[in-house]
């Protein structure tokens, strides 16, 4: 059966309207009006969240994963009317959304999981030692309790997994945190039938009704509203790098400033050692042209440049890669303002000094097409612009002097979510001297593999340095996100009949 949206935010279990509207910009159909949110709704849903944390946030553990197993459990009775609004609003196909619905219900019974083994909760215990001279030490324990409520922005490229019910509201609700969503405003249908199944899980449960909210809208004004609300205690944000840091910027001007947990922009550069780039440079081309075009390179982990030293075989890979690109057909983006962006940094790197163009072709509306472009390292290394994230299917070719200049190639790197080594067994003595350097540029580091693709699993970790993230010590990925919205307490003394159930 068709979904056709109503428009409207959930708020504390209720389906309401706004007095203004905005137009949907999907890909194929009409457009349809959502109601376009603002400080009033952000304080009605605030509101009910905190009012939800003296209940939610005192559930069991057991009660919470139940909770989370019933949205996954909406969800997914959902899939065929999601993947319907989806390939209307994003251009999307129907098996990609297929695929990030079954990751997000995956996230979600993920988290369910880990809450039910209870490890996350680090308890600890230092027992009283009242003859210890010359001061007894009284009975000290602590464990992690939840935060408050959080503020969650959904993402452009993922309508599902990082979005509504992605990453950022699984964990936090995990945590025992009600979750305020501001949905994205390039699919906001989607959002709303995630918003149905939550609401649904919500009902099954017994939970808090504000336990969750969705409020829809496309201004500044409302995300502003939101991070500066009192009652928010923290933010997930995955987006640009502007629009990160002006909030990130808003959230530390608070009275209270409050942690904003920011997944920003990255170029994940792919570094393609001697002795691999001669055996395979050409395989290499081949992979790195799928990777880098996968899903239009709409990818915060698509691996925008390429290190290698320059020479023969440096010009064979070029030569690959240049081939493999130029067969990739046009791919639609996710908004008009990606697409716009996109050919806003065809243009920057185009215009830069020292920077050759091997592939180029028109990019109209919202179809993208490949460029390619090469540069030397000495150009890399005097011009920052050359290291700033390009959101599509763009490449750049860093051919380097010597085993040097890679290595000061690979200083001058900003913050990354991903590094990759290129090599082979022959190439070991200069992955080891390159490793200390990217393991303080990036959350992960690859070998022979290409970053795209982020596995959802206790130990992955998906940040990184500023500007990849916010938070160097968080991730957005993976089951150690839920510590973003829990902190220590430590209780002194305190009679059983008074510790939270988890210490009892």
């Known amino acids: 059966m068709s979904f056709e949206p109503h428009g409207k935010h959930l708020i504390a279990g209720e389906w309401v309207g706004s007095a203004e509207s905005f137009a949907s910009q999907p890909v194929d159909g009409a457009a349809h009006q959502t109601a376009n949110g603002g400080p009033a709704e952000v304080d009605k849903a605030c509101r009910a969240a905190e009012e939800a944390f003296w209940t939610y946030g005192y559930t069991t553990r057991a009660e919470r994963a139940a909770f989370l197993d019933a949205i996954a459990d909406e969800i997914e009775a959902r899939t065929a009317q999601i993947a319907e609004i989806g390939t209307r609003e994003t251009g999307l196909p129907e098996a990609r959304l297929q695929g990030e619905t079954g990751r997000t219900t995956g996230q979600l019974r993920l988290f369910a999981r880990h809450i039910e083994d209870g490890a996350y909760l680090d308890q600890r215990h230092d027992e009283a030692l009242p003859q210890r001279a010359p001061l007894p030490r009284p009975d000290l324990k602590s464990v992690q309790r939840p935060i408050g409520p959080v503020a969650v922005f959904g993402a452009s490229n993922f309508p599902l997994a990082f979005s509504t019910a992605g990453g950022d509201t699984a964990s936090a609700l995990a945590a025992g945190c009600p979750v305020v969503v501001k949905g994205h405003p390039a699919h906001p249908g989607t959002g709303e039938i995630v918003a149905e199944a939550i609401k649904a899980a919500i009902e099954k449960t017994g939970m808090p009704a504000g336990t969750f909210s969705l409020i829809q809208g496309n201004t500044n004004a409302l995300g502003a509203a939101l991070v500066e609300h009192p009652l928010i205690n923290a933010v997930g944000f995955t987006g640009s790098l502007g629009a990160g840091r002006a909030l990130f910027n808003l959230c530390a001007a608070r009275a209270t400033p409050i942690p904003f947990f920011g997944e920003l922009g990255s170029v994940n550069p792919m570094f393609l050692l001697p002795h691999a780039l001669a055996s395979r440079g050409g395989d290499v081309a081949a992979g790195w042209a799928g990777s880098l075009t996968m899903g239009a390179g709409q990818f915060c982990t698509n691996p925008g440049v390429v290190i290698a030293i320059d020479g023969p075989d440096a010009d064979a890979f070029i030569k690959a890669a240049t081939s493999a690109l130029s067969d990739v057909a046009a791919q639609t983006m996710l908004t008009d303002g990606i697409a716009e962006s996109y050919r806003a940094g065809r243009d920057r790197i185009a215009g830069s000094a020292g920077v050759q163009e091997l592939l180029t072709s028109t990019c109209d509306l919202r179809n993208a097409t490949p460029y390619l472009f090469t540069t030397t390292g000495e150009q890399w290394l005097a011009n920052d612009v050359l290291g700033h994230e390009v959101f599509g299917p763009l490449g750049l070719i860093v051919s380097v002097a010597d085993?040097?200049?890679?290595?000061?190639?690979?200083?001058?790197?900003?913050?990354?979510?991903?590094?990759?080594?290129?090599?082979?067994?022959?190439?070991?003595?200069?992955?080891?001297?390159?490793?200390?350097?990217?393991?303080?540029?990036?959350?992960?580091?690859?070998?022979?593999?290409?970053?795209?693709?982020?596995?959802?699993?206790?130990s992955m970790v998906h940040g990184g340095p500023y500007p990849a993230s916010t938070n160097f010590g968080a991730t957005s990925v993976g089951t150690l996100a839920i510590r973003r919205f829990l902190r220590p307490v430590c209780y002194q003394n305190m009679p059983d009949a008074l510790l939270p159930a988890d210490l009892r």
């Open 403 to 458: 085993e040097d200049e890679m290595h000061a190639v690979a200083r001058s790197l900003e913050g990354q979510l991903t590094c990759t080594l290129m090599m082979d067994d022959a190439d070991m003595a200069l992955a080891r001297r390159l490793m200390p350097v990217l393991e303080r540029k990036a959350g992960r580091l690859l070998t022979n593999g290409y970053p795209t693709g982020v596995e959802v699993c206790d």
